[in-house]
């Protein structure tokens, strides 16, 4: 071999290795920078980022790709009423309950140390209160910010009482039964101040980043009436991934006042992002789509 032939020999064989080296660096930014793109958000799914929008959900959470998903539009004139179901019954405590308030990156959700029960509504089993949380939109209210929609109209704000099946131990174990979960929503509109809201509201400061608690107190009672004479009742899912379609769903027919100053206190304290975040992202927006109804029944009771 001549000089310069092992020239161009270890000249070939370091510009390789270069090569190499720089895909692995190129692929190593790449990496670097998606995770950067998701810092805003603390799961692999979101409302905001097309990436891991809710078109996008059924990528990672086939069950969200599934026929019988949650929410829906409820068009009134197509209900079923069945006045076999009953009222929705609501027991425990009137009092006023020591919780927990959590930032949890895809909203806020209390829970509660008092138990409270859910039965009637043509259930055969009693559900347990695990917690309740809220879906709400933005600075123009009128853009709606609820999941479930009635006639077409969605509301600024929805609140979701989450109940596991109590033959379950908790609410981990009910997720995984064809059983499992009740979810009582109940839809909000602008109009007066709302008390039952405000043992919280003034708190969302607090929990601002996701992964951020605090303690607090709510009333479940100004919220959920030991009896609820008016509401839509259907098999869907879970509105989150993973979207199980393991919900018997009760969305409340009246809707509640809440009072513009109330709304806006929820959509200006709130980020998806964690604490710390160069440009946090503000919670707003956080509703899944409606879904498409596929032949399934929604019955009404209306005593
Ligand atoms: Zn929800």
Redesign the pocket.
């Known amino acids: 071999m001549t000089p310069k032939l092992l020239y161009s020999c270890l000249l070939f064989i370091y510009s390789s290795v270069e090569a190499i080296i720089t895909v692995k660096m190129f692929r190593h930014i790449l990496i670097v920078l998606s995770h950067l793109a998701l810092l805003g958000h603390s799961a692999d799914w979101c409302y905001d980022h097309e990436e891991c929008a809710p078109s996008h959900w059924y990528l990672h959470y086939p069950s969200c790709g599934l026929s019988s998903q949650s929410p829906i539009n409820i068009i009134t004139a197509n209900t079923v009423a069945d006045s076999s179901l009953g009222p929705i019954v609501v027991e425990g405590s009137d009092a006023t309950s020591e919780g927990e308030l959590t930032n949890n990156g895809h909203?806020v959700e209390v829970t509660l140390t008092s138990k409270y029960t859910l039965s009637g509504a043509g259930l055969t089993d009693a559900y347990t209160l695990a917690g309740f949380?809220i879906?709400f939109g933005n600075s123009n209210p009128t853009f709606g910010g609820s999941?479930h929609q009635i006639n077409g109209n969605a509301f600024p704000l929805?609140v979701?009482f989450?109940f596991y099946n109590s033959i379950y131990i908790d609410l981990t174990e009910a997720k995984q039964q064809s059983d499992g979960l009740a979810?009582v929503g109940v839809l909000f509109q602008i109009g007066s101040f709302n008390s039952a809201l405000d043992h919280f509201l003034g708190q969302l400061s607090q929990v601002a980043y996701s992964g951020q608690k605090t303690s607090v107190q709510a009333n479940l009672r100004k919220f959920l009436p030991a009896k609820i004479g008016y509401y839509f009742k259907y098999n869907g899912s879970?509105?989150?991934p993973t979207c199980s379609e393991n919900v018997t769903w009760l969305v409340a027919g009246n809707v509640q006042p809440i009072s513009l100053s109330q709304y806006t206190q929820i959509i200006s304290n709130l980020y998806f992002s964690l604490p710390g975040a160069a440009n946090p992202v503000p919670m707003l927006d956080n509703f899944r789509p409606t879904q498409p109804l596929n032949g399934r029944t929604v019955s009404v009771y209306r005593k």
Do not use: A
């Open positions: 909203s949380h879906h999941e929805e979701h989450v979810v879970l509105t989150t």
